[in-house]
């Protein structure tokens, strides 16, 4: 009996372990269905209609689309359609030859082992007609413009009343329909339309929200805004110039963005009569970061007479339009008779050549080369740029075209060469000797942007035109040291602190800053113009080379102490060149 009741308890404790071990758990997958209207198609007369629906089946949890599965399609009072889905989980069916008014589509995926069932329904509307919606808008319009819009909504060859949204850059614009047709005239202002700017692609919506008898409609434009360049020439003075005389003519572009950078300026002379010959050439130049250009023109080939001077500036690309400035008039001062100069100067040339002898010509040769450079005035600034020679006609017709670009760069402020390096596009750059004289050699024709670029000096661009007749074989770049120009940003400031009858040619910054200390410890702008009397002396009295961020920290810091600034400035013309420090830094 023992025996019994411990076998009893024994079979008692294995029967839950035997039940655990049988239990089976299935996990399936839900199933998404999707049904949806892709396009419809009506009859002649009007009276059948086709439609094309599409499924797609989704795996509830992760999104994934259900390949090559069966899908049931049914449609009232027509016969059952098995569907297979493709990869992307989608499929495609025709239901053609339906009557206008309501239908209900049905679908149905059954499901399988791992998956459950999914059932998705659609409603068809076949009482509406479909509508056509054009909308016509310009591949480019300039800011500050009109846009001009056509919009034109049709039921076939019947014009329809709308009424049609129309939105520019998601604001409504007023729109009016006459006979199927309006028009909307946009300012695009960015003061009115936020967000505006060159080079950007402008949107241009129009939706029909549909009737009792249409169906809704929508259409979308998109197009680039472009600015169109305005340039300043200043006048030259004087306006009566010889032809004999260097010219120097500055000016300005922008557009509605701001200062235009970086694009190619040329500088030419429109001839009255009765000389007519359409346009010449003068200069050309390159934009700088503020918008500005500096064209110098050695020798004023034009002849004897009134002319205007027009600069024109063509960009190399992208979304802004060309402009071209108001005409500027000058007068050409007609020449001396050549006898007055001819005498003199063979005369001078016959007694060198005899003082000197025929081994000093090259060391004479060098010497009228140097002669070319323009000559700094005394109190005047430094002016870099680049010098291209004018093309004459004798040249264009007597020589061959030229692939070579040569010449020299020396420093704007003391005249001296300068070994740069002259980068061109698509070529590795090219190291000046020491004379500064550099050569591009059998560059093939087309227009090449140039980039002069030496340590502590500013960067000088210009583009040529390949092949030439010789006018590039002498181009004169003149590159601005940063020093001159941190200097020249520091006297700018330092002239309304300086105490009355004081010379600013005889201060340092060190000795300014002493001065205003002296005068107010509390003064505001203390701590600023001693950061920038920090900067200056680095940059200036220092052995290493200022780069462009020096400079515009500098000029960041001048700007500050120019605001702050508790007198107005005294007219004290700057000097040439800093004068030497008097007391020890």
Known sequence: MCCAARLGALALLLVPCVAAAQAVVRV???????????????????????????????????????????????????????????????ATADLLGLSLGEHRVRARYAGDALR??????????????DVALGLSVPERASLGEELAIGVEL???????????????????????????HGTALVRLDPRRLPGLRGGARLLVEATFAGDALHDPAAARRELMLTTRIRVLLEPPAPAEIPPWATLLLRGSAHDEDGPVSGEPVEVRAALRAPHPGGEVVLGRSVLDAGGRFVVAVPQLSLPP???????????????????????VPIQVVPPLPLRFFVAPLALTALLLLGRLGLRHIQVLRNA????????????AEPLPGVTLP???????????PDHVV?????????????????????????RCDAQGRFALAMLPPGRYP?????????????????????????VQVALLPIRTRIMAAWRQVAAPLLPPAAELATWTPRELLRHAQDRDPFLPLLPVLGRLTELVEEAYYSGRLPNGDMLHAVERLCAQVRDMAPIAPQPSPPSDRPAAPRSSL
């Open 368 to 379: 009228l080369g140097r002669l070319r450079r323009p000559a700094l005035a005394p109190g």
């Open 406 to 430: 040569a010449g020299a760069v020396y420093d704007a402020a003391s005249g001296g060469p300068v070994a740069a390096e002259v980068a061109v596009e698509s070529a590795p750059p090219v």
């Open 28 to 90: 399936r997958a839900r199933s998404h269905l999707e049904l949806s209207q892709q396009g419809r198609q009506v009859a002649e007369g009007g009276q059948r209609v086709g439609v094309r629906v599409q499924l797609r089946l989704l795996d509830g949890a992760s999104g994934a689309p259900l390949a090559a599965q069966p899908v049931l399609l049914q449609l009232d009072r027509v016969p059952a359609r098995l569907l297979r889905t493709d990869e992307g989980g989608t």
């Open 116 to 129: 459950d069932p999914a059932v998705a329904s659609l409603r068809l509307d076949l009482s509406r007609r």
């Open 390 to 400: 004018p093309r004459r006609r004798i040249q264009s017709v007597l020589r061959r």
């Open 154 to 180: 049709r039921d076939g060859d019947t014009p329809l009343p709308g009424p049609v949204v129309l939105r520019v850059a998601g604001q409504p614009v007023p729109l009016e329909l006459r006979m199927g």
């Open 305 to 327: 007479g009134p002319a205007q001077l027009v600069a024109v500036v063509q960009p190399l690309g992208g979304h802004r339009l060309g402009g071209r400035s108001v005409a």
């Open 450 to 474: 140039i980039e002069v670029r030496a340590a502590g000096y500013l960067p000088e661009r210009f583009t040529v035109d390949i092949p030439h007749f010789g006018e590039l074989r002498a």
